[in-house]
């Protein structure tokens, strides 16, 4: 049974950091473009950051450019998202999710083919 798996959300102050994971089980990652993505209260679900098959391209929204990295072990079958300087717009449910490979870096929303089911982050004084 194919899974994405989230974890490492939690609550943390403003300027705080976390580090998110996302474990594949049931299917390797290797094959697959990653992208974590969130979804604020009320509002629709946004692209956050994608890496390449092979993790040598990433790409950022620009909310979050500078302050969020993406990597992936595929060793380990898990992407990552490490989070610094959090802000109180960064509460959000963050996903995982993948896609084919297509050789780009790319995540557009409609495209990923898997989801995974979310790990809460609320930064809050």
């Known amino acids: 049974q194919w899974q994405l798996v989230e974890s490492g959300g939690g609550l943390v102050q403003p300027g705080g950091s976390l580090r998110l994971s996302c474990v594949a089980s049931?299917?390797?990652?290797?094959?697959?473009?990653i992208g974590w993505f969130r979804r604020a209260p009320g509002k629709e679900r946004e692209g956050v950051s994608c890496?390449?098959?092979?993790?040598?391209?990433?790409n950022y929204a620009d909310s979050v450019k500078g302050r969020f990295t993406i990597s992936r072990d595929n060793a380990k079958n898990t992407v990552y998202l490490q989070m610094n300087s959090l802000k109180p717009e960064d509460t959000a449910e963050y996903y995982c999710?993948?896609?084919?490979?297509?050789?780009?870096?790319?995540?557009?929303?409609?495209?990923?083919?898997?989801w995974g089911k979310g790990t809460l982050v609320t930064v809050s004084s």
């Open positions: 890496i390449s098959r092979g993790g040598g391209r990433t």
């Open positions: 999710a993948i896609r084919i490979d297509d050789g780009g870096s790319q995540c557009p929303r409609s495209s990923m083919n898997y």
């Open positions: 049931g299917f390797t990652l290797d094959y697959y473009v």
